[in-house]
């Protein structure tokens, strides 16, 4: 059983009677599911027995124990039913589409050119199943039958390039970026297909794309070709029109703080909190253009006026006077914080208890008032 007591959600399942059918493997189509089975829907979750189940079984770091469910496995699924179907073969087609006849939604992401021979073709399937909303997952918008994998999406993309410091190596995203973001697009098409389908009554076939879900989240680094002209390079954690924003500085005890100083009263009270209050009259450092040109300079001066102070007394000093600055945290602690421990789920799999991260980060609030 899913522990929901400390959940943002509390235990309010506004989808509860919706069913969803989960097709997709790896992470984001299963990310997708575990969202609505978090909100309350029937999520089955359908695997292929002749190739083990979904591939994220298989997936295990070098130290991890070879018994139960894989970490991988257990990050994207949470409360699914899960049934074992060869679509290759006729009669566990024909328990899909019995299946299909009262579901809401479907979620996959096999290549197109594999479809019919899957029974899933989107024009028949909407014909046996005119209410059904069938979100199809894809690699890429201009290549239908490509396959899509994160690491290549996050190198086209233009995330690879970004990532990493300036004039070094180029890295991936440490998690499957392009996935996570992919599974976004699919709940929102999904949403927004059953929007529609409550005025028509209709459903809807969904198509969602890993390269386009990256693109559209480059944001302001994409701004920054398409209106300016200027290729946005690898700055590490730096921002590229912002300073002192990603900087990083030890303190006397060990720890680490990150700036994220957005704008000139800002800056000036994280001076006078360092006591240096004369930077923030410093031609040099006076506005924000001004800090972005000289980002370098500051960072020299201001890393001894860090060290100066422990990161408890620091972060405590800068909330008083409103100056945004973070501790680095390892995951580990990240997850002991208060909010991690309400985003982690505690639930059952294959007979073992188990804890992943929770799809659903949102209260809800009807008329005013948290409905549990």
Avoid at 82 to 88: F, N, Q, S, Y
Avoid at 203 to 221: K, P, Q
Wanted: hydrophobic residues 40%; aromatic residues 6%.
């Amino acid at each position: 059983m899913e522990d929901h007591a400390s959940s943002p959600l509390g235990m309010d399942r506004p989808l509860k009677g919706l069913r969803v059918v989960e097709l997709a493997s790896v992470l984001a189509g299963p990310l997708a599911g575990s969202f609505f089975a978090e909100l309350g829907a029937e999520v089955i979750k359908v695997e292929n027995p002749a190739t083990g189940g979904d591939v994220t079984r298989q997936w295990r770091s070098a130290d991890e124990p070879l018994e139960g469910p894989s970490a991988y496995y257990v990050a994207a699924n949470g409360p699914k039913e899960v049934r074992m179907l060869d679509l290759k073969k006729d009669g566990d087609q024909a328990a899909l589409n019995v299946l299909l006849s009262d579901a809401d939604i479907v979620l996959q992401n096999f290549k197109p050119s594999g479809l019919v021979r899957l029974g899933l073709d989107p024009e028949a399937l909407a014909l046996r199943h005119p209410h059904l909303i069938h979100v199809h997952l894809k690699g890429f918008l201009s290549d239908a039958n490509r396959p899509g994998y994160d690491m290549v999406v996050q190198a086209e993309t233009g995330f690879m390039a970004m990532n990493g410091a300036p004039g070094g190596d180029h890295f991936r995203m440490p998690v499957a970026l392009m996935d996570v973001l992919a599974a976004h697009q699919m709940r929102s098409a999904a949403l927004l297909a059953l929007w529609q389908r409550e005025r028509d009554g209709l459903g809807s076939y969904l198509e969602v794309w890993l390269d386009a879900s990256g693109l559209s989240a480059l944001a302001n680094r994409a701004t920054e070709y398409l209106v300016v002209g200027h290729e946005p390079a690898a700055l590490g954690a730096l921002h590229p029109q912002i300073a002192p924003y990603g900087e990083t500085f030890w303190c006397r005890c060990g720890g680490q703080i990150v700036t994220a100083v957005g704008n000139d009263p800002q800056f000036q009270a994280l001076c006078d909190l360092l006591h240096r209050p004369e930077w923030g009259k410093d031609k040099r450092f006076s506005s924000n253009p001004e800090r972005v040109q000289h980002r370098s300079v500051l960072a020299q001066l201001m890393a001894p006026a860090f060290l100066e102070h422990s990161a408890d007394f620091i972060l405590a000093q800068a909330l008083e006077c409103g100056v945004p600055l973070g501790r680095v945290n390892p995951v580990s602690a990240a997850l002991q914080s208060d909010s991690g421990r309400a985003m982690t789920a505690t639930f059952e799999a294959e007979g073992r208890t188990v804890q992943h991260v929770r799809q659903v980060a949102f209260k809800i609030h009807r008329n005013g008032k948290r409905s549990t």
